[in-house]
């Protein structure tokens, strides 16, 4: 690797981490500039799945405070996110290239739908059940059958993975965006690692790769953690929406 390849994928790993810790979406970031500059695509894969984890867990800290009292709500769901995740890792190594990648922008679109017309949505599942009821706890089964879908699909590629648990979350569990972001952080970072054991165990890892992850990622998810508070729910929502789009149109114009 040269001294240009390893400055590039720093720079890309900072960025993602940023997006991460706000969005989601930072390997459509880090992911291709691998490939740019080389890495088959399972190599890439996996090894910007290990590195940005620092990224993910430094994100996780920096929304601590919007984290307290989720603790019911989250372990149901970090369950659902583990189990999804292992499956997606088995699956990325035991099926053939691309099979998940047909279904990926469909993914991202219907998360950024969610995203558009959570308010709404929320709004009409506030009217028909009571707020302080399962469902809205974070505990519904049709939620926990999407968390477990999107770390099938988080284990396996991953990107924009936290724009679809940002929809998911915002229209089944009653809370503010913010909040609503900072488990989102902790889910992906549920699916990351858990997916990163299995690659480390059976997967060729390109290590130099995922130190310099490493490194830019968890730099960028403080910086994202510390931008993204501030942020208000409409500038996030765009925000989210606008980082979906071009997301969905990367992987199909541009696979």
Known sequence: MTGLAALAILAAA???GAINAVVGSGSLITFPTLLVFGFAPVV???SNNIGLIPGNITASVGYRKELAGQRRRLVPLAAASFSGALTGAI????LPAGVFKLVVPVLIIAGCALVIAQPK????????HDPDREERSGHSPVLLAGVFLTGVYGGYFGAAQGVILIGLLGVFVADSLQRINAGKNVLVTTVNATAA???VIFAHVAWLAVGLIA???AAGGVIGAK?????PPLALRIIIVIIGVISAVKLIFFP
């Open 14 to 16: 900072v960025f993602a």
């Open 44 to 46: 890439a894969n996996v």
């Open 91 to 94: 699956a990325l190594l035991a």
């Open 121 to 128: 949505l929320s709004g009409w599942v506030a009217g028909q």
């Open 197 to 199: 054991v299995v690659f």
């Open 215 to 217: 490194v830019g990622s």
């Open 227 to 231: 931008v993204g508070r501030r942020l």
